[in-house]
């Protein structure tokens, strides 16, 4: 519940309160008792507490602001070419540390120092270390693993503290999304590897990484990327140097509330400008009404609505790749990509996510069957009444008296059953969207690049030949990835009887996208190998 302050004498005692409480809760007898046990728990416990109640106070313009006989520190306002150089003030948040420094790399040193400060936790012979920065928590047996965590703290908090000027020098709104995960960190299961074609090191500091592809960069002929697999040429250094950062993930910038780090000042102003839009001098999406904060914003946005990549298998098509890969993974391969099996039935799931879904099933089930063996099962008509959930679905063919629904489910139903509605072939479900007066209708446009639209038509149109069939492939590498080009594989057909004179069988067109890709999972290439035959 928000307070009201309106003049001076109601401020003071309104900070005097919020003192008061929390020394209430300092003082709490148990609290105590955890903090003398030196519980780890209590630790990550205490400093999300101590955020969630600094960050209570709407005046301060700090994340974090002063106490007693500290500095007043407040953001920079300094030339924009020189905002990643001049007045950083790095803080290192390690317990009981929180030292500011403004020469990077001895911040650096001085936080790696800290790898002798870690929580050890001895588990009958087996141990783990839990890293003690503010609100991060991070947890592993593995010592280099931790290593490398915290230098990354320091590459973060140096980043922390550009975001914190940025936002005085680029005028920008506050953040307001949650401050409790501003330090967890990517996970850093492995070093991180040159794959610069001809150099094979590995680095477990980020800034040490990045430093030696600056060399890489520097020594580059015609502003060829040798990235393996990659191959792309610049016109100048500049070019070759933010291509660089899709390879690497280097990041220049990070909002200082919040924690989240951006490849550019862009990214970062995007993501403040999201959370600070005025419905009344916004950019209204065409599409679906949505107000956004900018028109750069608008056109990133009216791209969701517009599919560009068509399904070869059905009349299905998709506005990424990404999307496009996830159809055909679940709607055309589904039985040979249920590869997780659910170790209380017979399911089979695609990812491991949908597997840790499916599992809550099993673990929702036990809980409500016994939770009716404990309760009476007479509920109250107020009780019935408060659980019905509110009716927001409308059905838009019935003309006389509109159906409304409280889900998309139950619409659907009514849809088929009583309309005779189908979906296109390849689509899994009716989609919904929010009209004007705040009820959701049934989607029944779909907005395609011509070039789509014509492929579905003229040769795409109607059901496929499943990908699900009884044929299996043998793959095998011919060739290694250069500076131009990803690895080659070879693959033919196994355990086929049936072949033409010659020793091929004739299997109709076929189309293969080979991908390369990195560590993290990025596309760094992509071939597409077309073929009338394929060999055995």
């Known amino acids: 519940m928000e307070e009201t302050v309106t003049n001076a004498s109601d401020v003071d005692n309104f900070k005097l309160k919020r003192c008061t409480d929390w020394l209430l809760q300092q003082n709490n007898p148990d609290k105590l008792t955890r903090q003398n046990q030196n519980d780890i728990q209590f630790i990550i416990e205490t400093n999300a507490h101590r955020k969630k109640f600094f960050l209570s106070a709407a005046e301060d313009e700090a994340t974090v602001p002063t106490g007693v006989d500290e500095n007043t520190v407040e953001p920079a306002t300094v030339p924009l070419a020189r905002l990643r150089k001049d007045n950083i003030r790095m803080e290192c948040e390690w317990q009981s540390c929180r030292k500011f420094f403004t020469n990077y790399e001895v911040f650096q040193k001085h936080v790696t120092k800290h790898a002798s400060d870690l929580h050890v936790i001895d588990m009958e012979g087996d141990v783990d270390y839990v890293c003690l920065w503010d609100i991060c928590g991070h947890r592993t047996k593995d010592f280099v693993e931790m290593v490398r965590h915290i230098s990354y703290h320091a590459y973060h908090a140096r980043l922390l503290a550009i975001g914190y000027n940025a936002r005085a020098t680029l005028k920008l709104d506050q953040c307001k999304k949650d401050s409790s995960r501003r330090n967890r960190l990517p996970s850093l299961k492995s070093d991180h590897c040159c794959m610069w074609i001809g150099c094979s090191e590995t680095f477990f500091s980020i800034q040490t990484f990045l430093d030696h592809m ?10 060829l990327c040798s990235w393996a697999g990659c191959g792309a040429t610049f016109t100048k250094r500049h070019s070759l140097v933010l291509h660089l950062r899709s390879h690497t993930q280097e990041k220049t910038i990070a909002c200082f509330h919040c924690g989240r780090h951006f490849t550019c000042n862009r990214k970062l102003s995007d993501h403040l400008a999201r959370q600070n839009v005025d419905p009344s001098t916004g950019y209204p999406c065409n599409m679906c009404g949505t107000v956004l904060a900018s028109a750069y914003l608008q056109r990133e946005h009216a791209r969701q609505h517009v599919s560009a990549y068509a399904c070869t298998l059905c009349d299905m098509s998709a506005t990424t790749p990404a999307a496009l890969a996830h159809h055909v993974r679940y709607r055309h391969l589904a039985d040979h990509a249920r590869s997780f099996a659910c170790p209380h039935c017979v399911y089979r799931a695609v990812t491991k996510c949908d597997l840790r879904k499916h599992i809550l099933t099993h673990t929702r089930k036990a809980k409500k069957k016994t939770k009716d063996d404990s309760e009476d099962s007479d509920v109250s008509d107020a009780e019935v009444k408060k659980k019905k959930e509110p009716k927001k679905y409308v059905c838009h063919l019935c003309q006389k008296d509109s159906k409304i629904f409280s889900r998309g489910t139950r619409l659907t139903t009514h849809l088929v059953k009583v309309h005779g509605a189908q979906w296109p072939f390849g689509h899994s479900r009716f989609r919904y969207q929010i009209s004007e007066d705040g009820m959701y209708r049934l989607t029944t446009t779909r907005f395609e690049v011509l ?17 699900t069939n009884t044929f299996e492939f043998d793959l095998k590498q011919t060739a290694d990835a250069t500076e ?7 693959i033919t057909l196994k355990n086929t009887n049936k072949s033409d004179e010659g020793g091929c069988k004739q299997a109709g067109a076929v189309e293969i996208m080979m991908c390369d890709v990195d560590q993290q999972g990025n596309i760094i290439s992509t071939e597409t190998i077309k073929s009338d035959v394929v060999y055995t």
């Not at 600056?214 to 502003?223: A, C, G, Q, R, T």
């Not at 070039?451 to 990908?467: Q, R």
């Not at 131009?484 to 070879?490: L, Q």
Request: hydrophobic letters at 20%.
């Open 214 to 223: 600056k060399h890489h960069i520097f020594y580059s002929d015609d502003y």
């Open 451 to 467: 070039e789509v639209s014509k492929k579905i038509v003229d040769g795409y149109s109607g059901p496929k030949e499943s990908l």
């Open 484 to 490: 131009t080009t990803p690895k080659r594989f070879e």
